[in-house]
């Protein structure tokens, strides 16, 4: 049987219909993370959708089109036959309407042909409506890249892109503006599988290029598996695949390139990779089908490489408004390309027919594409749960009753080992030399999380102002989650922001889309910026530390966000040494450090004088040292006629009268008037010099308190090999590559703020902004607060622990302290840092399951909304029992979400007291939180409301004992109560997840 030939329409269809498939990923269907999941959930009806529905879409909407058009243009056309008709008489026409060849060239006949020519030329033909999905596919591949959207205005044929412009003097723009950048999972580096029936993993690492290779070809990196590189560690039982991702030699293009070249790359390390596996039976796993996947024959091993570069190359931004965004740009697009000018001078019907359509389509697709990026919009937005709250908490903080069960628990007895250097048997056996050794070690830290829960409910119940006694806040988490849930908590009460991000060099760690490198970089630090500023008290700073490769665009992103007039100033650090010595370049020994007030309440303050600057205070009385400066002004507007008021006489010490005179004998003037200077007479403040023979007065200022103006060039701190060193006293080695010198960051505290206020640093890293305050506090006895955000691995380790090495000792040598701290020094020392983790973006989308809704446009809609992630309002039923899957290096596991503290960040609560009551009629326990927000009081209850079953009388009867009336402003409660005056917090704790920003 022969073949029917393609149309037009049908291979117009086919390309337009490959186009969507790859922006949706359709090609992909081992993807199951993200919105792929539910893609993939719903393949068939998006295929039913791309191969059935919206050809019938083009049929149907032409055909209403043509249909109407038609009715329009037989009437026309029957209304000047009549006229021709009238005019000619009745013979104008022949049988069947056909005109008579006598009146053709009449001017009535003339319209009447025409009116049916264009009546008989109403049909939809095959390549009217090829040229429509030929105009869906080139409208949609503008802006689609490789898994991302890219907000490319079109401007038209010579100016090829527009900006948004509003008439501003100058405007900076990047391409990702409107988007949010969410590539800063620690997942995307770093991926792992566990085999089946094996104990065993694989781990997949990205690794930074150890060599500068020369002839790289394009733009375009690619995955490249070291395969001599892998390695078997024996004792965690597991294989370790390291991976550099980078741009490709002219040897290493094999003649693909793309998606074709990357699967080949892959597919081919397959075998090298498994030839490292500890046994046959492994490797013959890895390079097995996937026995959870019946159908799919790609090997297991080359399933999960796949998988990794996917992850790792696509789902780079998110559009915050992709539907209104194109809805626009399709406007222009139908006016640049499907109607032209020189249509307007022909017939306009085709071309209006043709429009339409368009139109009509592109409009329902563009519903579905944002359909889509809306639930992931929704899905990054919402603010994120708090996993698990943990204290660490200094020894002399906690009645001496809990130290017996301290005492006991191995697990943190192993860590004191680990951290401090305590040798077991050196804290005591007996409970006196227990008590002796609590005694002589006050900052001993105690860290709940080797503690159950219980211990925690009766650890916290004993504390009066909890959040008055939390020095410090460590936040495992991404920044820009951190900082939407963190938000309403710390808004006004941060006076100094300092980070240090990636310096975006290509070799830092910062994963960015190819061709879109320093866009990729602006788009996720402009949104950061943007929370942080509204994070900021009024009279708050920000610092930024960065190098001349980003420090440019930097500024204009600051300028931007900030206001032009709020900036403060670049400050020139030297590092100390030197990088960057290659060919065609200078060597760098400095960094930037880019300063931005919140308002024009800010105010950079003096630095501590050196040693240097004391010796010119060579003066002594009995209120101390003091220098001295010339009555007489000097310099610029020194003249008499610049302040004639401060021309007067001044007695000298033998009575004769002085007179500001220059030395050239000129009238000059005093700094001081009259009545400004008797009073610096009364203090003692004026002191006299015997000049030849004349009297000089001078004023004096004294040594204490005084502080000098910072420049913007320092040279005089200790570069970053004093921050690697610092390191390496606190850990015993360097455990961190790019750590910042703590007294950078301690004289960027001391500008920006006093003895209190609080410090973040959303760029943590190691750790240093915290660690700095904790010694700043020891040295003045300030109560200066630290919140510091970080989604490194390196977290519990690192962070964690050097801000309890800190809250330990304030001196450390090769890993061990070197003396614990003085009496003055411990009560200055932190008493309590709260540590959560929170969810990450990769687990909210990952507890996205596929709805049951029965049509595929509302189904992502429907999908998002009934996710644990965004706040089931069921689950509040039973809050201590909430769960979502996170993901591990073991796979999805079950986690319990920490609700109290997630809603407490989110509502911006001060909490004073946490306790567990017991209803002993049922059972019942409520975790009562007690704070203020605003001025009010606040009680918050919380309580599993199936277990026991609730009985709202029983319940009634408890509270009404338990609170006292009056005492607060406001009560909520999960769930509905029975109680007069408590009110249901689930409303408010559903708007707050979804809060817009």
Same mark, same amino acid.
């Given at each position: 049987?022969?073949?029917?030939?393609?149309?037009?329409?049908?291979?117009?269809?086919?390309?337009f219909?490959?186009?969507?498939?790859?922006? *949706?990923?359709?090609?992909?269907? &081992?993807?199951?993370?993200?919105?792929? #999941?539910?893609?993939?959930?719903?393949?068939?009806?998006?295929?039913a959708?791309?191969?059935?529905?919206?050809?019938?879409k083009?049929?149907?909407?032409?055909a209403?089109?043509?249909?109407?058009?038609r009715e329009?243009?037989?009437?026309?056309a029957?209304?000047?036959?009549?006229?021709?008709?009238?005019?000619?008489? &009745?013979?104008?026409?022949?049988?069947?309407?056909?005109?008579?060849?006598?009146?053709?060239?009449?001017?009535?006949?003339?319209?009447?042909?025409?009116?049916?020519e264009?009546?008989?030329?109403?049909?939809?033909? /095959?390549?009217?409506?090829?040229?429509?999905?030929?105009? *869906?596919?080139?409208?949609?591949?503008?802006?689609?890249?490789?898994?991302?959207?890219?907000?490319?205005?079109?401007?038209?044929?010579?100016?090829?892109?527009?900006?948004?412009?509003?008439?501003?003097?100058?405007?900076?723009?990047?391409?990702?503006? /409107?988007?949010?950048?969410?590539?800063?999972?620690?997942?995307?580096?770093?991926?792992?599988?566990?085999?089946?029936?094996?104990?065993?993993?694989?781990?997949?690492? !990205?690794?930074?290029a150890?060599?500068?290779?020369?002839?790289?070809?394009?733009?375009?990196?690619?995955?490249?598996?070291?395969? @001599?590189?892998?390695?078997?560690?024996?004792?965690?039982?597991?294989?370790?695949?390291?991976?550099?991702?980078?741009?490709?030699?002219?040897?290493?293009l094999?003649?693909?390139?793309?998606?074709k070249?990357?699967e080949?790359?892959?597919?081919?390390?397959?075998?090298a990779?498994?030839?490292?596996?500890? &046994?046959?039976?492994?490797?013959?796993a890895?390079?097995a089908?996937?026995?959870?996947?019946?159908?799919?024959?790609?090997?297991?091993?080359?399933?999960?490489?796949?998988?990794?570069?996917?992850?790792?190359?696509?789902?780079?931004?998110?559009?915050?408004?992709?539907?209104?965004?194109?809805?626009?740009?399709?406007?222009?697009?139908?006016k640049?390309?499907?109607?032209?000018?020189?249509?307007?001078?022909?017939?306009?019907?085709?071309?209006?027919r043709?429009?339409?359509?368009?139109?009509?389509?592109?409009?329902?697709? $563009?519903?579905?594409?944002?359909?889509?990026?809306?639930a992931?919009?929704?899905?990054f937005?919402?603010?994120?749960?708090?996993?698990?709250?943990?204290?660490?908490?200094?020894?002399?903080?906690?009645?001496?009753?809990?130290?017996?069960?301290?005492?006991?628990?191995?697990?943190?007895?192993?860590?004191?080992?680990?951290?401090?250097?305590?040798?077991?048997?050196? $804290?005591?056996?007996?409970?006196?030399?227990?008590?002796?050794?609590?005694?002589?070690h006050?900052?001993?830290v105690?860290?709940?999380?080797h503690?159950?829960?219980?211990?925690?409910?009766?650890?916290?119940a004993?504390?009066?102002?909890?959040?008055?006694?939390?020095?410090?806040?460590?936040?495992?988490?991404?920044?820009?989650?951190?900082?939407?849930?963190?938000?309403?908590?710390?808004?006004?009460?941060?006076?100094?922001?300092?980070?240090?991000?990636?310096?975006?060099?290509?070799?830092?760690g910062?994963?960015?889309?190819?061709?879109?490198?320093?866009?990729?970089?602006?788009?996720?630090?402009?949104?950061?910026?943007?929370l942080?500023?509204?994070?900021?008290?009024?009279?708050?700073?920000?610092?930024?530390?960065?190098?001349?490769?980003?420090?440019?665009?930097?500024?204009?992103? !600051?300028?931007?966000?900030?206001?032009?007039?709020?900036?403060i100033?670049?400050?020139?650090?030297?590092?100390?040494?030197?990088?960057?010595?290659?060919?065609?370049?200078?060597?760098?020994?400095?960094?930037?450090?880019?300063?931005?007030?919140?308002?024009?309440?800010?105010?950079?303050?003096?630095?501590?004088?050196?040693?240097?600057?004391?010796?010119?205070?060579?003066?002594?009385?009995?209120?101390?040292?003091?220098?001295?400066?010339?009555?007489? #002004?000097?310099?610029?507007?020194?003249?008499?006629?610049d302040?004639?008021?401060?021309?007067?006489?001044?007695?000298?010490?033998?009575?004769?009268?002085?007179?500001?005179?220059?030395?050239?004998?000129?009238?000059?003037?005093?700094?001081?008037?009259?009545?400004?200077?008797?009073?610096?007479?009364?203090?003692?403040?004026?002191h006299?010099?015997?000049?030849?023979?004349?009297?000089v007065?001078?004023?004096?200022?004294?040594?204490?308190?005084?502080?000098?103006?910072?420049?913007?060039?320092?040279?005089? *701190?200790?570069?970053?090999?004093?921050?690697?060193?610092?390191?390496?006293?606190?850990?015993?080695? #360097? +455990?961190?590559?790019?750590?910042?010198? %703590?007294?950078l960051?301690?004289?960027?505290?001391?500008?920006? %703020?006093?003895?209190?206020?609080t410090?973040? @640093?959303f760029?943590?890293?190691?750790?240093?902004?915290?660690?700095?305050?904790?010694? %700043?506090?020891?040295?003045?006895?300030g109560?200066?607060?630290?919140?510091?955000?970080?989604?490194?691995?390196?977290?519990?380790?690192?962070?964690?622990?050097?801000?309890?090495?800190?809250?330990?000792?304030?001196d450390?040598?090769?890993?061990?302290?070197?003396?614990?701290p003085a009496?003055?020094?411990?009560?200055?020392? +932190?008493?309590?840092?709260?540590?959560?983790?929170?969810?990450?973006?990769?687990?909210?989308?990952?507890?996205?399951?596929?709805?049951?809704?029965?049509?595929?446009?509302?189904?992502?809609?429907?999908?998002?909304?009934?996710?644990?992630?965004l706040?089931?309002?069921?689950?509040?039923e039973?809050?201590?029992?909430?769960?979502i899957?996170?993901?591990?290096? @073991?796979?999805?596991?079950?986690?319990?979400?920490?609700?109290?503290?997630?809603?407490?960040?989110?509502?911006?609560?001060?909490?004073?007291?946490?306790?567990?009551?017991?209803?002993?009629?049922?059972?019942?326990?409520?975790r009562?939180?007690?704070?203020?927000?605003?001025?009010h009081?606040?009680? $918050?209850?919380?309580?599993?409301?199936?277990?026991?079953?609730?009985?709202?009388?029983?319940?009634?009867?408890? !509270?009404?004992?338990?609170i006292?009336?009056?005492?607060?402003d406001?009560?909520?409660?999960?769930?509905?109560?029975?109680?007069?005056? $408590?009110?249901?917090?689930?409303?408010?704790?559903?708007?707050?997840?979804?809060?817009?920003?």
């Amino acid at each position: 049987m022969t073949q029917a030939p393609t149309t037009a329409r049908q291979t117009a269809l086919e390309r337009f219909k490959e186009l969507m498939r790859e922006l *949706l990923q359709l090609d992909l269907a &081992d993807l199951d993370f993200g919105i792929y #999941r539910l893609l993939n959930a719903r393949r068939s009806e998006v295929e039913a959708f791309l191969s059935e529905e919206l050809p019938r879409k083009v049929d149907e909407a032409f055909a209403g089109m043509t249909d109407a058009e038609r009715e329009a243009a037989a009437a026309e056309a029957e209304r000047l036959a009549h006229r021709a008709r009238e005019a000619l008489g &009745d013979d104008a026409f022949l049988a069947g309407d056909q005109p008579n060849p006598t009146y053709v060239a009449t001017p009535s006949m003339r319209a009447y042909v025409a009116a049916r020519e264009r009546l008989d030329g109403i049909v939809a033909t /095959d390549e009217q409506k090829a040229e429509v999905f030929n105009h *869906l596919h080139a409208f949609l591949s503008r802006y689609y890249d490789a898994g991302d959207f890219i907000p490319h205005r079109r401007y038209g044929r010579h100016e090829a892109y527009a900006v948004p412009y509003n008439g501003e003097e100058t405007l900076f723009h990047w391409v990702n503006r /409107d988007q949010h950048y969410v590539k800063t999972g620690e997942r995307f580096r770093d991926y792992a599988f566990r085999i089946a029936g094996a104990d065993m993993r694989v781990r997949f690492s !990205l690794v930074s290029a150890t060599t500068a290779r020369d002839n790289t070809k394009g733009e375009t990196r690619y995955f490249f598996p070291l395969t @001599d590189d892998v390695s078997w560690d024996a004792d965690a039982n597991r294989l370790t695949v390291p991976f550099e991702y980078r741009l490709p030699t002219g040897a290493e293009l094999t003649g693909t390139t793309g998606a074709k070249l990357q699967e080949a790359l892959l597919a081919d390390a397959v075998d090298a990779i498994g030839h490292h596996a500890p &046994d046959a039976a492994t490797r013959a796993a890895l390079i097995a089908p996937d026995p959870n996947r019946p159908g799919d024959d790609a090997p297991l091993l080359l399933r999960h490489l796949r998988h990794f570069a996917k992850r790792n190359t696509t789902d780079y931004f998110i559009h915050r408004d992709l539907g209104g965004f194109l809805r626009g740009e399709l406007e222009f697009y139908l006016k640049d390309q499907v109607v032209h000018l020189a249509d307007l001078d022909g017939d306009l019907g085709p071309r209006q027919r043709m429009l339409r359509v368009v139109r009509e389509l592109a409009q329902v697709i $563009i519903g579905f594409l944002a359909e889509i990026e809306d639930a992931q919009r929704r899905l990054f937005e919402k603010r994120k749960f708090v996993l698990r709250t943990d204290y660490l908490v200094t020894i002399r903080c906690i009645d001496r009753d809990v130290w017996p069960r301290i005492a006991a628990n191995e697990d943190q007895r192993r860590a004191w080992r680990e951290l401090f250097a305590i040798e077991p048997d050196e $804290i005591g056996a007996d409970e006196a030399a227990l008590s002796a050794f609590f005694e002589s070690h006050p900052t001993l830290v105690v860290d709940t999380r080797h503690f159950d829960e219980a211990f925690r409910d009766d650890l916290l119940a004993t504390f009066d102002d909890l959040d008055g006694m939390t020095d410090g806040l460590l936040v495992h988490g991404e920044n820009y989650q951190a900082l939407r849930l963190l938000g309403p908590t710390l808004a006004g009460k941060v006076k100094c922001i300092y980070i240090d991000p990636p310096y975006n060099t290509g070799n830092d760690g910062f994963i960015y889309k190819d061709r879109y490198r320093h866009s990729s970089w602006l788009a996720m630090m402009s949104e950061r910026l943007r929370l942080a500023r509204d994070i900021l008290s009024d009279d708050g700073v920000l610092f930024v530390s960065i190098d001349d490769n980003e420090v440019h665009d930097l500024d204009m992103v !600051l300028r931007q966000e900030f206001g032009e007039e709020r900036y403060i100033g670049s400050i020139v650090r030297a590092t100390g040494t030197t990088t960057g010595q290659g060919s065609g370049s200078l060597g760098k020994s400095y960094e930037f450090v880019l300063a931005y007030a919140a308002s024009q309440d800010a105010d950079v303050g003096g630095i501590a004088l050196t040693a240097k600057d004391q010796l010119r205070y060579r003066g002594e009385d009995t209120r101390g040292r003091y220098s001295t400066l010339l009555l007489r #002004r000097t310099g610029n507007q020194d003249r008499r006629e610049d302040r004639p008021s401060m021309f007067y006489p001044l007695e000298a010490p033998d009575g004769s009268e002085v007179w500001p005179i220059g030395p050239t004998g000129y009238e000059s003037r005093w700094r001081v008037g009259p009545r400004r200077y008797r009073a610096m007479v009364e203090n003692d403040l004026i002191h006299w010099n015997r000049d030849e023979d004349r009297w000089v007065p001078y004023f004096k200022f004294y040594l204490e308190g005084r502080t000098k103006r910072p420049s913007n060039l320092w040279t005089d *701190l200790a570069g970053n090999k004093k921050a690697s060193i610092e390191l390496r006293d606190l850990f015993g080695s #360097r +455990p961190f590559e790019t750590p910042k010198p %703590m007294a950078l960051v301690r004289r960027l505290i001391e500008i920006s %703020m006093n003895d209190d206020g609080t410090i973040l @640093d959303f760029f943590a890293g190691s750790g240093t902004s915290g660690h700095a305050a904790i010694d %700043m506090n020891r040295i003045d006895g300030g109560r200066r607060k630290f919140t510091l955000v970080d989604f490194g691995q390196y977290i519990g380790n690192l962070l964690v622990g050097r801000i309890q090495r800190a809250m330990y000792s304030p001196d450390w040598s090769r890993g061990k302290p070197a003396r614990l701290p003085a009496e003055s020094e411990i009560y200055n020392s +932190p008493m309590i840092v709260k540590f959560v983790r929170l969810e990450s973006y990769e687990d909210t989308m990952h507890n996205v399951r596929a709805s049951d809704w029965p049509q595929l446009r509302g189904a992502f809609d429907s999908a998002v909304e009934e996710s644990q992630g965004l706040l089931n309002a069921d689950g509040l039923e039973r809050p201590f029992e909430y769960e979502i899957e996170v993901l591990t290096d @073991d796979g999805p596991r079950k986690q319990k979400v920490d609700l109290v503290e997630t809603f407490n960040l989110a509502y911006g609560v001060h909490i004073e007291r946490i306790q567990v009551w017991t209803n002993e009629v049922d059972r019942r326990r409520y975790r009562a939180a007690s704070g203020h927000k605003d001025g009010h009081r606040l009680l $918050i209850l919380w309580r599993d409301m199936v277990e026991p079953p609730l009985d709202p009388q029983v319940e009634r009867t408890f !509270l009404e004992e338990r609170i006292e009336p009056g005492a607060y402003d406001e009560v909520l409660i999960n769930g509905d109560s029975a109680v007069p005056g $408590i009110t249901s917090l689930d409303p408010i704790f559903k708007r707050l997840i979804e809060e817009d920003r």
